[in-house]
Each structure stands twice: as C-alpha cells, then as structure tokens.
C-alpha cells in the first residue's frame, strides 16, 4: 500500500540527488555541497568567460505553467552558463487543468529526449508528480509547486545569509507576511532548520501564519517589533494583491501599519541585520523604498546568488541523475 | 427451493448470534437456525466447510456512476464488484447525471439492477431539484418509486431556509433526510484535512469547523423539525460527541463513517499521492480513534465503503487536482476487519456495523438472518490469505489507496434470497 519515503525519491543510492523537489528530507551536508558549490560559481561570473562544460550535450527544458520572468530567466542563464540546450516552454494551464494535459505534455518533452526539466506548476506537490510519472533518466528540478516548495529560492537565500553572516548557528532569522500562501517561506524554514539556526521566527496576522508552523520548529510572532527583536536577517515576503480584497486583511495600509519594513521596524533589529526579498518587491505594501534602497538591502545579491546557486543545483543533479543510470545499468548487467 | 447450510459458523449481530450451528432456508427466507424447523425437507444440502455464514453485508454509500458517469463505472461492473465483496443491499447517492430527481431516474437504476440480477439497490433521492438547494424535489414521488431517503448530498442549498423548509416537508411526511455535513464556505478550494500535514506539504487545507458548523446547524433544524436524519461519513473527533449528546438527549438521528477514515491519517500525505484524495479528508488520529470509540459507544452505527469509482486518468495528476474517492466495495470486509487490530473493535462491533446496523439507519430489510428475514447471506472464508490488486479487481474504478495490501479473509459464495449469485473459483 505504502511506496517509499516520497523524499527519497530525489536521491539516488548514493544518497547523490538525482531530481531537486524539496528541501524537506535534504540534510545539512547535502544543502552545504550545494552552497560551496555555488560559491565557487559566483567567483566564476566574475570572469570574462562565464560558461563550465558540466551539462554540454544535455537539453534542459523550461517547462512553466505558471507565468514568471525572474525565476525562468535566472534559470535560463545558469543552464546556458553550464553549455546546456536550453528550451524555454510557458504553458497556461487555465483551459485544461486536469492532469491530462499535463501527463500528455510531459510525454511530448520525453519523446524529445530532453535530459532534465525545470518545472513551475500551480499545483502543491506537481513537482512529485512528474518525478513520479516521467522516465527514470529525466531530473526534474523543482521552480516552485503550489503553495508547497521553492527550494531554489530557498537555498539562494541561505547562499545571501552565509556570504553577508559567514555561518548559520546562532543566528536569528525573522520572515515577514504572507506565510500562508508562500511556497519560499516552507523551504526557508526547512533550509534554515536544517542548517543550523535555532531561532526562526513566522511573523505576520493569524490569517496568514497558520498556528501549524510551530509544529515546523519555528516561533510564531503576532507582532512585528517581538518579531524582529534583536533579529540578524529579516526576509520580507511579497503580498499578493488579490489577498488584499479578500477577508485575509483589511487593507494595504493597515497592513503596512503592522507589518511593513520601515526604517522604524528595522530598528527593532541588530545594526547590522540585512534584509532579504524574495522579488519583485511592493514598495509601500510590505516594505518603505528607504529600506529596500538602503545599504542594509541584499535584495540585488539575492538575484546574483540565484544562477550560482541555479547553476549548483543543476550541475549536481544531472551528475547524480547520470550516475543513477550508470549504476543502474551496472546492476543489471 | 429448501436450502440447508450445514458445518458453518453462524455469527449475526443482530440476534447475539455466533455459533456452528444449520441455517435453513425455504422460499428466498430463512426458516429456522440450529434445530430442524417442522415439516422441513432440504432439497439441497450446502456445506460451508467451516466458514463464516454471515448476514449479506449493507453498504449505504456505494456509487454505481450511472447514469451519466460510465467511463467510471456502471450498474453491471459495480455491482459484480459488491456482490464478490459480499454486499447484497446498496444504497446508492443521487448525484449521477441525471441527478437522480425524478421517479424515472430512481426507477431506472433499480431496473437496470434488477437486469444485472444481483443486489437490492436503493437510491437516495435529491433533496432539491438537480441538487441545486433552491427548489424542493418531489420528495413524495421519489419515495414512491423507491427511494430510501433525500439528501442533497454534499452540495450546498442555497440558504439555512431553504434547508429548513424542506426538513420540515420532508417530516411531514415521515421521510428520511441524509446529512453530508459541510459548510461549503469553509470547505471550497481545500483537498486535505486543515492541519499540519496539509500546512507543511502546501495543500489546501478543509478545516473541522466545516463539518462541525454544519452539523451543529443541522442537529438545530432537526430538533425543531422533527425530521427523521442521517448522517453520512463523519470525518472529526468532535462530530461524533455531537452526535452522541444528540442521542442521549432523545433526537432520532444516526450516523455512518467511511471504513478508510477508520484506518488511514493525514499521515499519508507525505506522498502526494492522488488516491488518498478523498472528501471528507482524512483527518488526524485522535479523529480516527475517536471516529472507532464512537463505533464502540454506538454513536455510529454504520460503517460503509463509501465507494466512488474513477477511470485511471481522474487521479494521474497533482494531488489537488485528482478527482476524491476510493472504490474498495469489493475488500470491504476483511479490510474492516482489520479493525480489530487497527482499533480494537470486537468482531460483534465489526460485523454489526456491516449488517444490521446500517439497515436499521435506512429502515431497511437486511442485514440480519432472523427467521422471516430475507435469506440474503455470505460464506466468508476468513482464513484465507491473498493480495488485492488490479489483476482481481471487478470495479471499472482503478482508485484504491490500497493496492498491494495483503488481507485475510475472502468472500466465497455470495446469496440473495436464497439465490447464489456469486461463487468463488480460486
């Protein structure tokens, strides 16, 4: 009745990944290897010569059912920067919504021989599905599902924190806003749990940090100045304008009132806290522009660490993906 | 024909029954059990062989996808598969399509049954026209033709008047109203039990308060209606108390379960794996222990497969966007079975809840293996050990959580009103 620890599905026998679907079962020395690695890329862009032959001959595809610039560009740039094939596919899923379309598509880019797909989809837990369903020799990297897992994001974030803080343990790390909704919130905090830090803080309303987080090991904060209390990081959250007409919130500006990152709020925290933002940013709505311009911003590096960290991941993939078949074959033979 | 059923362990929790004794059978009935009834010549002798000789089960939630919905099933295929589960009295939800809203719906599924030839189907009529909530059915004639109850199954009515007006219709007239207690403002949109699991793994989540804002609704409109209810597939802890302060406070209702929300959690979310998609969800474990403490108290009092059958494509997809339900009609005994363990339930308890137990909810004729009743009854092999899987599945729906699973206990032969319909062959 029961298959294997979905989690598991993402590594293979070597404990090497072989698809990148979440940060949830990953453990610390895996998200380090991803993290060094993507440091060592970083140092490499500041080269004239930007490009490794780590994916040449190997097609990487695109695939987002959900619409988004940032995230498929950065990704786009860290295939090409490993020689990869790129093919960038957006496909609106709102007339055919079913999994039809979806398992008949995923079959087209297979026919094509692609050797690894970058995936967004609407739907929690569609980055499992494909994993599930498409043939073994095809790694799917996970560009967020649903309200679920952006594990991309996440680490390329952890990657901002190491490089402005130098190490995790002991630090505190407050995120900002929309938790509920928010597929980069639930890999934070697994990166950040797992890496080290003890005191992560959800802060925003009861109407988006459902009390069930507690149970993630994180401090849920109703007010921002106990929020960011003595915090080392803050990762502010985007809003998204439809919550704001719903019963979610009351308005813009209250919102803001509470929660948003002012110079006032950011007081609250070290001297030296940075501030993060997953983007794009809504100035006056989760954060004042004196704060998201200010030196005390990393949002700009967040964009930089994104391909190292793009670049880091697809490498180790493809590599553990490779392997699988090799050793697969070997166990058969 | 006079059938006598000899070397069989006779268990029927509707008489206190559990004992090796003769069952005998004259005319689609029972006549007698242990000692020769008089003047009682058997033309057939069947021996059971040492198995079980229960009452044929009831299962008050089977959904046969017709019409309308065939790719997914039919009368024919579903109900093959009740029977070799040993189900020989259904009853079937309204929301096929057409929605089962006039007398000529109604009577065409218990023709269509009748054809196949093989188990007692009772509809449940809309409580509304197309199940829409705004106009009352013609709760009458629906009855007429043979409906067992209304329900507006779990769509919503229109307004809290709406509902009130058509409990007070249906009490005046003695009907039976079956409630899928659901607050659909609280419950749209979500695929999963409202709690850490689903907070975790990002799936929409459907809170309790869904299910208890309605009951407690419904409980309301009940006592001041004085209509006779049901209640269908309690999924929370807290809806069971409810129910159970609703009994012992004199209001005549009765409650059912899903036999899956009695074994399986929200632990099974891990998997994102569409089968275990299923509305109401599947909630937490002290909703599941106290789901089988309210089968102990005898809050609930059925337990039902609550079979939906799907094609293989309705759950090939991101766990939200599979279509919900399970179609395990067929496994619906030694799966419940497996209770004993799974929730110390007593083998009384279990059967109980299979036989006599929903019949009495729906007031039907079945279930027991009193003399007079319908000889509708099951041989249950219940050593017998083997693997439920695609290759032996008679349902069209390919949606088991529990493929694989290895069960003890096999239906053998299946029999209604003294007719064999269904025999095993290895």
């Known amino acids: 009745m029961m298959r294997s620890d979905p989690r598991a599905l993402q590594l293979n026998e070597h404990g090497q990944l072989k698809h990148f679907l979440t940060l949830d079962g990953l453990n610390k020395t895996i998200l380090t290897e991803i993290l060094d690695r993507a440091d060592s890329f970083l140092s490499m862009g500041e080269q004239s010569v930007k490009k490794v032959p780590l994916l040449r001959g190997k097609t990487v595809v695109n695939l987002f059912f959900e619409n988004s610039t940032r995230t498929r560009t950065t990704f786009e740039l860290a295939a090409k920067r490993l020689s990869a094939d790129v093919i960038n596919l957006n496909i609106e899923t709102s007339a055919t919504s079913k999994g039809e379309s979806l398992l008949d598509t995923l079959q087209n880019l297979e026919a094509m021989q692609s050797d690894m797909f970058v995936v967004r989809h609407s739907d929690s837990g569609a980055a499992h599905f494909i994993a599930e369903h498409c043939t073994p020799n095809v790694a799917i990297i996970n560009a967020g599902d649903g309200r679920h897992a952006h594990p991309t994001q996440a680490m390329l974030d952890m990657l901002t924190i190491r490089r402005n803080k130098g190490q995790f343990e002991g630090l505190k790390v407050a995120i900002v806003g929309d938790i509920l909704h928010s597929r980069v919130a639930r890999s934070q905090i697994h990166a950040l749990t797992t890496l080290g830090v003890e005191d992560v803080r959800l802060v925003g309303p009861k109407t988006l940090v459902p009390s069930y987080f507690a149970d993630l090991g994180a401090t849920i904060c109703h007010d921002m100045s106990a929020g960011l209390d003595d915090v080392d990081v803050v990762v502010m959250l985007r809003l998204q304008k439809e919550r704001m007409s719903g019963a979610l919130l009351p308005s813009e500006s209250e919102f803001y009132r509470l929660y948003g990152l002012t110079e006032e709020a950011l007081s609250w925290a070290k001297p030296d806290a940075i501030v993060m933002h997953p983007g794009p940013i809504n100035r006056g709505v989760e954060i004042s522009s004196e704060v998201a311009d200010s030196d005390r911003s990393v949002i700009l590096d967040q964009v930089t660490n994104g391909i190292a960290v793009r670049m880091a991941v697809l490498s180790m993939s493809m590599s553990g993906q490779v392997q699988e078949q090799q050793g697969g074959l070997g166990v058969e033979a | ?426």
């Open chain 2, 1 to 426: 024909m006079k059938l006598r059923i000899i070397n069989g362990r006779v268990i029927d929790p509707s008489q206190d029954l559990d004992a090796t004794i003769d069952l005998f059978i004259d005319d689609h009935k029972v006549v007698g059990l242990g000692e020769v009834p008089d003047g009682f010549e058997e033309a057939e002798v069947i021996d059971a062989g040492g198995q079980w000789v229960l009452p044929g089960l009831v299962d008050v939630a089977v959904a046969l996808r017709e019409p309308g919905y065939t790719q997914k099933g039919n009368i024919a295929t579903e109900g093959r598969a009740a029977i070799s589960g040993g189900v020989t009295t259904l009853v079937c939800p309204p929301d096929t399509n057409p929605i089962v809203d006039t007398p000529a719906v109604a009577a065409l599924i218990q023709d269509k049954a009748d054809q196949a030839g093989m188990v007692n189907v009772f509809p449940i009529g809309a409580l509304t026209q197309g199940l829409e909530g705004g106009h009352l059915s013609n709760m009458v004639a629906l009855t007429d033709a043979g409906c067992v109850a209304l329900s507006n199954h779990r769509r919503p009515m229109r307004n809290t008047l709406v509902l009130s007006r058509a409990l007070e219709y249906a009490a005046t007239h003695d009907l039976l109203v079956v409630f899928h207690p659901d607050e659909s403002s609280l419950s749209e949109g979500g695929c999963a039990h409202e709690g850490m699991m689903s907070t975790i793994h990002g799936l929409a989540g459907i809170p309790e308060t869904a299910e208890t804002i309605a009951l407690m609704r419904d409980l309301l409109l009940i006592e001041k209606t004085g209509v006779r209810a049901h209640f269908a597939r309690l999924s929370c802890a807290k809806s069971v108390e409810m129910i159970a302060d609703a009994q012992a406070s004199g209001l005549p209702v009765t409650a059912d379960v899903a036999l899956h929300n009695l074994l399986l959690t929200d632990e099974v979310l891990n998997e994102f794996d569409g089968q275990f998609h299923v509305i109401p969800p599947l909630r937490g474990e002290n909703d599941r222990l106290t789901l089988i403490e309210g089968i102990k108290q005898g809050a609930i009092s059925a337990i039902c497969s609550d079979h939906q059958p799907h094609e293989k494509m309705a759950k090939i997809a991101p766990f939200a966007a599979t279509e919900p339900g399970m179609a395990n009609v067929e496994i619906l005994l030694p799966l419940a079975l497996q209770l004993m363990d799974e929730g110390d339930l007593s083998l009384t308890d279990v059967l109980k809840t299979l036989t006599s137990g929903p019949a009495s909810c729906f007031g039907l004729e079945a279930g027991s293996l009193k003399p007079g009743s319908f000889a509708d009854f099951i041989l249950f092999d219940s050593t017998q050990s083997w693997t439920w899987s695609d290759d032996v599945r008679r349902s069209k729906g390919h949606n088991s959580a529990f493929d694989g699973i290895e069960l003890t206990g096999r239906v053998t032969q299946t029999y209604v009103s003294g007719q064999c319909i269904y025999s095993f062959s290895g």
